[in-house]
């Protein structure tokens, strides 16, 4: 080979490790494209499984239809789908940040998955971090969804997208530390449990889907103060009157968030 040709033979290699291309770069990858990949990976697991599909994106939508046929007085509005449709997407963030969560989570507890991810370059913090990012991923495509349909049915939102997504975080916050306090103290049967019973009574009783106002007088002041009526009030503030940022439910909200995050913190078990 002529020094012409081996010269040329270089310039490629040269061009092609600069494109990117197949030249070998040897390297950790950096920590946030090693959460942001198991971030996707955890939303990948939990839209293949039937059970989280179902409890993710066919019950509330059910519900939401469901809502349309009862009476104006149940939601203390008319037309319900105005009413309804907040309240819904409040129960989809319950069934995905706590309730799919924690049952996630106590089994991958079970079976050792949490304490080897924990050993590995992603770290514990970053596997919590991750599991955040893939729970506001599902959020994202079940509030898309659930936007859908209410349209489809003649929902009208009244204020702000951007004072919704707010309370949507701190729901989300709020429902994460619950869920992990369950899935990181009890048994994995018993988080299944708990976390699908919890779930029932807060669609029921919750404050949720109907306002706390509209159940008994001996019931409301005390659902009230949950995160659930905070998440589901907050939203219809917003999305059905017409409000600036709910303070008072995000103070409710960001209570049980520091309440729940600090007894997570102390009783936690990795294994």
Do not use: C
């Not at 149940?74 to 789908?81: A, E, F, K, R």
């Not at 659930?146 to 309370?167: E, H, Y």
């Amino acid at each position: 080979m002529s020094a012409q040709d081996m010269s040329a033979q270089d310039t490629r290699r040269q061009g092609i490790h600069a494109a990117g291309g197949l030249a070998p770069r040897p390297g950790a990858a950096s920590r946030w494209r090693v959460i942001a990949t198991q971030a996707l990976n955890e939303v990948g697991m939990a839209l293949r499984n039937g059970e989280q599909l179902l409890l993710t994106l066919v019950i509330p939508v059910v519900v939401l239809i469901g809502m349309t046929h009862l009476p104006n007085d149940v939601v203390g509005h008319s037309p319900v789908i105005d009413a309804a449709a907040p309240g819904v997407i409040a129960l989809a963030i319950i069934s995905t940040a706590f309730t799919g969560q924690a049952i996630s989570t106590g089994f991958e507890r079970r079976y050792g998955v949490l304490r080897l991810l924990g050993s590995t370059p992603l770290g514990r913090s970053g596997l919590l971090v991750a599991k955040t990012f893939g729970v506001l991923l599902i959020e994202a495509v079940q509030i898309a969804l659930l936007s859908v349909v209410a349209l489809v049915l003649g929902w009208q939102s009244a204020g702000s997208w951007l004072a919704a997504l707010v309370v949507v975080v701190f729901g989300t916050a709020a429902f994460s530390s619950l869920g992990l306090l369950l899935a990181g103290t009890l048994r994995a049967e018993g988080t299944l449990a708990v976390a699908n019973g919890v779930y029932l009574l807060l669609l029921a009783l919750g404050g949720v889907v109907v306002p706390a106002s509209r159940l008994p007088g001996f019931l409301a002041p005390v659902v009230s103060l949950l995160p659930s009526s905070a998440l589901g009030d907050g939203l219809r503030d917003v999305l059905l009157h017409g409000q600036g940022l709910p303070l008072h439910s995000l103070a409710i909200l960001t209570a049980w968030t520091l309440l729940a995050g600090a007894l997570t913190a102390r009783t936690f078990r990795w294994s």
